[in-house]
């Protein structure tokens, strides 16, 4: 059982005998970030409780980053009771259970740590850190404190994709020959659009460590690795197409780019799957196209975000003169997550895989059976990136780490 906040039990105690039966346990939550994923987990900490049955309750306790002109108009939008300038005072205060880092990549690995230390859980955005060896640290560092953790990939969560693993695991495609996985997006093509700074910093290899590969890819991975197990080995190539960019606070001067912007890979599963990956933000007109196939022995799944509410899905061991793509609409309530919602055909959308993450994160709380993917999944899957990085680099087959 997690330790809760000082506070957060005076909290409960205050509310009374009569209420105690419905007290939930409240849940601090000190948020790092105030960005897009700042304000994708803060829409989930406050949803989670009003469509699932939880005994934790999200507290939006504290919101920290350094820049005040930003910070405080993002708190009072969303409800944090307070504002941290500096995200160690935050770690030092008693009445924070959770330490969520919803900042850039280079950061994650010094707050993860000083979060560890001081016995908080620690929720990470991904990829979790710059590189593997980061990764590694991280995962040693909330294992030998022993407090819950999670990355925040939150793919895993759409319905669609929740199914597809469900049908997987009752042997619907039984064998894997193959896994097919694209990440295409276009928002980098004009070679204006600045790198670094504070929206931009995806661009900058400084702070986000790669290019689509940490970023994109490991989307991608997670999800392979979520639905078919390990990844043994990858052969990949990378590209960056626009070599300079201007620089997001400076637009006159104009810097190396040294990210990859396109990566595609092969790669083995363990279980001898055949695999591509394909990852862009140069795919003119796709907008966030996260899409991948399996071919089985009994059928084939294929989804893709664009269509988030679906699942395609072949059953060879249908009659032969009745085969076909089946679309299936992942909207009825016997449907991943869907129960919690609204009546059959009505959709599902991108911020709702963060609440799903955050309720399954406080449902493990609760059962003691911890939610995934944890800081263990996230090193898995970064260890698969440092291997399709290095092996884009050498030109060689590179055995994924373990
Ligand atoms: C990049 O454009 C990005 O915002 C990723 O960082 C997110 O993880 C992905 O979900 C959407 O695209």
Redesign the pocket.
């Known amino acids: 059982m997690p330790a809760v906040s000082e506070t957060s039990l005076i909290n409960e105690e205050e509310r009374g005998a009569g209420d105690a039966a419905m007290a939930k346990k409240k849940l601090n939550i000190g948020l790092i970030g105030y960005g ?1 994923m700042g304000r994708a987990h803060s829409n989930a900490y406050l949803k989670v409780n009003r469509f699932f049955d939880l005994d934790y309750e999200p507290v939006l306790k504290a919101a920290c980053a350094r820049k005040a002109d930003k910070l405080k108009p993002f708190a009072d939008r969303w409800g944090w009771e307070t504002t941290e300038a500096d995200w160690r005072a935050l770690i030092e205060r008693r009445d924070i259970d959770v330490v969520d880092i919803a900042s850039p990549n280079n950061t994650h690995h010094d707050i993860a740590l000083a979060a560890a230390k001081a016995g908080k859980m620690v929720f990470s955005e ?1 990829p979790l850190a710059m590189n593997s060896a980061e990764a590694l640290e991280m995962t040693e560092a909330v294992e030998k404190a022993g407090v819950p953790n999670m990355v925040w990939f939150n793919y895993r969560r759409v319905p669609a994709i929740a199914f597809a693993k469900q049908l997987i695991d009752e042997g619907r495609i039984g064998r894997v020959f193959h896994y097919r996985a694209k990440y295409l ?1 276009d ?1 980098t093509i004009s070679p204006d659009v600045p790198q670094g700074g504070q929206t931009l910093w ?1 661009l900058d290899a400084d702070v986000a460590g790669s290019g689509v590969t940490g ?2 890819l490991a ?1 991608s991975i997670d999800t392979a690795i979520w639905l078919n197990g390990p990844i043994q080995t990858v052969s990949a190539m990378t590209e960056t197409f626009v070599k300079e960019r201007p620089v997001q606070d400076d637009p006159n001067v104009r810097k190396p780019v040294k990210i990859d912007d396109a990566c595609a890979f092969l790669a083995r599963f363990s279980n001898n799957t055949l695999a591509t990956f394909e990852s862009t933000r140069y795919a003119c007109g796709r907008k ?1 196209q996260n899409v991948f196939e399996m071919n089985g022995e009994h059928g084939s799944i294929y989804f893709d975000l664009e269509d988030a509410h679906q699942l395609q899905y072949y059953n060879h061991r249908d009659d032969s003169h009745v085969h076909g793509w089946r679309t299936i609409l992942v909207t009825d309530s016997d449907h991943p997550y869907k129960g919690h919602w609204w009546v059959p055909g009505c959709v599902l959308g991108y911020e709702h895989t963060f609440i799903h993450a955050l309720a399954d994160f406080l449902k493990g709380l609760e059962t003691g059976e911890p939610a995934k993917p944890n800081f263990r999944d996230a090193l898995e899957t970064q260890r698969v990136c440092d291997a399709v990085l290095a092996s884009a680099q050498s030109g060689q087959w590179v055995q994924v780490a373990t």
Do not use: A, E, T, V
Request: aromatic share 22%; hydrophobic share 35%; net charge positive.
């Open positions: 897009f991904k997006q928002w995806r970023d994109l989307h966030n």
